[in-house]
């Protein structure tokens, strides 16, 4: 999976064969509406007002909507960051991000945009705020499947003679098995016959990574992304879990047929990653459907004011689909999820007054 994803000549990631927006093969919620920026501009600003330093570092920035977004968000707020610092493992979407900055910022505003790699941006103190968004979800993950006599064995891939197909393991190493038995504790059961699922181990190296970074002045991270807890991840009726393929819109469960031209993702757990952030080190304080983070901020208010100004009935529809996308349970509301943690100092999360969903974990 890391290598038909993050290949930097034949991975979908690392050659920059990746297609976003509505005529590409998925869709984030920076690219639905702006209005995704605003919610999460509001809550920086509330954390900048707290004494965070102004820097905003952001793990994988896709096309780069998100980062012009947000900077135009924090400019009329008057809480522009000092540095606006992008993580990005592909040189292509990189090319991408400069050149959507470039086109949409003034000078005043781009030449805050900073890209580093990771090398570079964990040999010093990581102080502000963490963005990562649809990050954990891209992350490789491993395979397991529950055979009939109940026994659950890693996923290998092999070829049959005609194409790759998934061939069981004779074994599993110890962390594997270490995640498995902590899943099935967390979800209060294991799997069924023939269901499958995936663990991912990186996300908790992952945070580590970051919390052993962290410096004296505070670390605050956002994570965005879709996912649900243990017991909904494993459910008996989620019998080929949560492995899915994005080609042209086309959603599907077959890795194997567009290897290095499609999307291959799988949800995030997040009693998981609840999980191990604590372990890591940092307090977890917020866990809420993405609904509820975006209600929480001004964006409805921000909204509603401009909208009273727009006559255009064309745009009036566009603005007010693309927040609904947002935040309709049918839509990305409910199925993608936030969760907000810290370290360093006590955080005030102004989301937190909306469904803090953290005793659901």
């Known amino acids: 999976m890391a290598t038909v994803l993050y290949d930097p000549e034949g991975g979908y990631y690392g050659s920059g064969q990746v297609r976003f927006g509505e005529n590409g093969d998925f869709v984030t919620a920076s690219e639905r509406s702006p209005f995704f920026a605003m919610a999460i501009g509001h809550e920086i600003s509330g954390l900048f007002d707290q004494g965070l330093p102004r820097q905003v ?13 947000l900077l135009k968000d924090l400019a009329e707020r008057d ?18 991000q400069k050149a959507l900055a470039k086109e949409a910022l003034p000078k005043a505003i781009s030449q805050r945009l900073q890209w580093c790699d990771e090398t570079e941006l964990f040999s010093g103190a990581l102080e502000g705020v963490v963005i990562a968004n649809e990050l954990l979800d891209a992350m490789p993950v491993h395979r397991l499947r529950a055979d009939e006599q109940d026994v659950v064995r ?6 049959n003679g005609q194409r790759l197909q998934w061939q069981p393991l ?10 498995l038995k902590e899943l099935t504790m967390r979800a209060g059961h294991g799997l069924v016959p023939g269901q499958s699922t ?11 990574r970051l919390k052993s970074a962290a410096g004296p002045a505070g670390l605050a991270v956002m994570l965005f992304d879709y996912g649900a807890t243990s017991a909904e991840m494993i459910r008996p009726d989620r019998i080929d879990g949560t492995l899915r393929c994005h080609y042209r819109q086309l959603a599907h469960d077959d890795p194997f047929v567009y290897p290095g031209l499609q999307d291959i993702t ?12 604590l372990a ?11 609904a509820s983070f975006v209600i929480a901020s001004d964006a409805p208010r921000r909204l509603e004011n401009r909208m009273r100004n727009i006559t255009d009935r064309r745009e009036l529809h566009r603005l007010a689909q693309g927040f609904k996308e947002l935040v309709m349970p049918t839509e990305m509301g409910e199925r993608f999820r936030a969760m907000l943690l810290s370290v360093g100092r006590d955080v005030r999360w102004q989301a937190s007054a909306v469904r803090n969903e953290l005793p659901r974990l």
């Open 57 to 69: 570092i952001v793990f994988g920035a896709g096309s780069g909507r998100l980062a012009v977004d």
């Open 79 to 96: 809480r522009l960051p000092d540095a606006y610092r992008i993580i990005e493992l592909s040189p292509a979407l990189r090319a991408r």
């Open 154 to 159: 890693e996923m290998g891939v092999a070829w």
């Open 170 to 179: 004779p074994a599993m190493s110890e962390e594997l098995a270490v995640a």
């Open 198 to 208: 995936e663990l991912n181990l990186v996300m908790g190296q992952w945070l580590k």
């Open 266 to 277: 799988a949800w995030v757990d997040f009693s998981a990653v609840r999980d191990a952030a």
């Open 280 to 290: 890591a080190g940092f307090c977890v304080d917020v866990y809420q459907s993405q």
